[in-house]
């Protein structure tokens, strides 16, 4: 009997590999298909006679590398009569406010919604049916391009213009949900628009849903959904072409470090803007970088690796330029183990045990989005209570959040 015990216990061993294996593997041979490309592929059809303001920006490519406003205009069935850029500009480089431009080849204008406003104005959307979003997120609460969504909604609902969104993949997969919902008093800020944990877990699309149901804006939404996407895939497992979704977000290790790293710099230090490797830097001219590598590595955080660094931000960042910084090079090891908004809270507290007087933590609320768990910490409350702590209020938003998924695997 334990003979044949063992050899079943084997036998799904081995099953339940040679399935990893090939589940792994039809990730990497994955063709997904974005909102964009599902459109193109009907050759825009659904936007024929309808004159469309197109919100985009460099990001919006097909499988093939081929921008959307290029595409639309090949198509013959698409009349575009305004754009409207985002943060980061329509190109994705700009660093500060950008003012309204006209597109170099076609000299359609392009209306800036990080400037002297943040939302579409009726003089802007007067000549416009439909609007159409295709920008990648990134999956952070704080990352702006979904509040800039948000607002594009709001006012396609008081303008009676629908609304359509192309989905594209959360390039940090579909499936973690982390961290604390934001105070009341910090919603319907740019960087924290709606109500919503750290990691939200969702696509562009099924946040579009979201907003508009259950946040209250009603406007005539479509989205177009992705084929052959998968809640478990980063970016790097889809087939498509990397562009960087902005300018210090340059590679799949800097996206998934982005929300427990950026959780730090509303505060003093330097999160490596500036630097050929943002986000995967963390220092200060203040911080010892021995003493402060140390502390983290005595936490035994999973999926990851600190090592002490030395880096000099140029002259273009807005915290530190040109002067020396010391502190922490960040190395995923494991990064389905990695829990980013867990090792978030953890750099946040060990600057504020070592540096009690110099880090300044009440500037990370913004981002944190909880003033209590920044009372927690000051009063060396354990990081893993910390965490419990927003436990329940998490769950009650997955709950909420489940009706609104596209892709349920």
């Not at 329509?90 to 080849?105: D, H, L």
Request: proline share 5%.
């Amino acid at each position: 009997m334990r003979k044949i015990y063992l050899i079943c216990l084997i036998s799904v061993l081995v099953t339940g590999i040679m399935s990893c294996g090939l589940l792994q593997r039809e990730l990497k041979l994955s063709k997904v298909m974005t909102g964009l490309d599902v459109l193109e592929r009907e050759n825009f059809q659904r936007l024929k006679g309808l004159r469309v303001g197109l919100v985009s920006n460099h990001s919006a490519l097909n499988r093939r590398g081929e921008h959307i406003l290029d595409l639309m205009l090949k198509s013959g069935n698409v009349k575009i009569t305004a754009i409207f850029a985002p943060e980061h500009g329509f190109r994705g480089i700009a660093e500060r406010k950008i003012e309204n431009s006209r597109e170099e080849r076609t000299g359609l204008p392009i209306f800036s919604l990080y400037g002297k406003t943040l939302r579409p104005t009726s003089e802007m959307l007067k000549d416009i049916d439909i609007l159409v979003f295709d920008i990648q997120d990134i999956g952070a609460r704080f990352y702006t391009y979904i509040s800039t969504m948000a607002m594009c909604m709001e006012e396609a609902k008081k303008h009676n213009i629908k609304f359509m969104v192309l989905d594209r993949p959360n390039p940090i997969t579909g499936l973690k949900v982390r961290g604390p919902i934001q105070d009341r008093e910090l919603l319907r800020r740019f960087t924290s628009y709606f109500p919503l944990p750290v990691m939200h877990g969702m696509t562009i699309g099924e946040l579009a849903r979201m907003f508009n149901e259950e946040y209250g804006i009603q406007c005539e939404l479509e989205v177009v959904k992705m084929e052959d996407w998968h809640r478990i895939m980063y970016f790097d497992d889809t087939g498509l072409p990397w562009v960087n979704p902005s300018p210090n977000i340059r590679n799949v290790t800097e996206e998934i470090l982005y929300p427990g790293v950026a959780l730090t710099e509303g505060a003093n230090v330097s999160v490596g803007r500036g630097t050929p490797t943002p986000f995967e830097w963390l220092g200060a001219p203040w911080i010892n970088a021995q003493e402060f590598t140390q502390e983290l590595r005595s936490r035994n955080l999973p999926g990851i690796r600190f090592d002490p660094v030395e880096f000099t931000p140029n002259s273009k960042t807005n915290r530190y330029p040109n002067q020396r910084c010391y502190g922490v090079h960040f190395t995923l090891t494991d990064r389905s183990a990695f829990m980013p908004v867990a090792t978030g809270i953890h750099i946040v507290d060990a600057l504020y045990k070592l540096y009690p007087d110099k880090y300044n933590i009440d500037r990370t609320y913004g981002l944190i989005g909880s003033k209590a768990v920044i009372k927690m910490i000051k009063n060396r409350v354990p990081v893993d209570k910390i965490i419990q702590s927003w436990q329940e209020e998490l769950q009650s938003f997955i709950k909420v959040r489940s009706k609104y998924l596209l892709y349920l695997e």
